[in-house]
């Protein structure tokens, strides 16, 4: 699990499965931050009864889905978002669900963007590749 990924089992029992948050990007495991959003998702979600609503697939297998918290209905995605642990995830031109919880953690400074120099995970990978290279992780520990 890191950031913007987690695995549920279904109420009703049977297996687990891995869900990709909808909307988001969180730092990689090996970037500066990642394992802080890691932290905070554990945090938003453990114990927590959830509503998930799968939406698609990625080229990865994962399911795309948006998760929200019975007890109070919080998008997870969203306090992800607004607690400066992930970036609204861009379409192109359009802004993303989640660009006014990004602008005001960019604001108050929260999370990964009380850095100045806060590099999106899309960023990180195409300039480091994937987490497990020896160029990814290079750049993890030079900071």
């Not at 007890?71 to 970036?87: E, F, I, P």
């Not at 669900?97 to 604001?107: D, I, N």
């Amino acid at each position: 699990m890191d950031g913007d990924s987690l695995w549920v089992r279904p109420e009703r029992g049977g297996r687990r499965a891995r869900l990709r948050l909808q909307g988001i990007d969180a730092p990689e495991l090996c970037q500066p931050g990642g394992a802080s959003a890691r932290a905070a998702l554990q945090a938003l979600v453990r114990g927590e009864r959830l509503r998930v609503t799968v939406h698609a697939r990625d080229r990865f297998g994962r399911r795309l889905a948006s998760v929200q918290r019975q007890r109070d209905g919080l998008d997870v995605a969203a306090g992800m978002v607004a607690q400066g642990w992930a970036w609204n995830d861009r379409q192109g031109w359009r802004r993303g669900r989640y660009a006014r919880e990004e602008a005001q953690a960019r604001a108050a400074r929260r999370g990964v963007f009380a850095a100045a120099d806060a590099q999106s995970p899309a960023d990180f990978r195409r300039r480091h590749g994937p987490c497990g290279t020896a160029q990814a992780g290079a750049a993890s520990t030079s900071r």
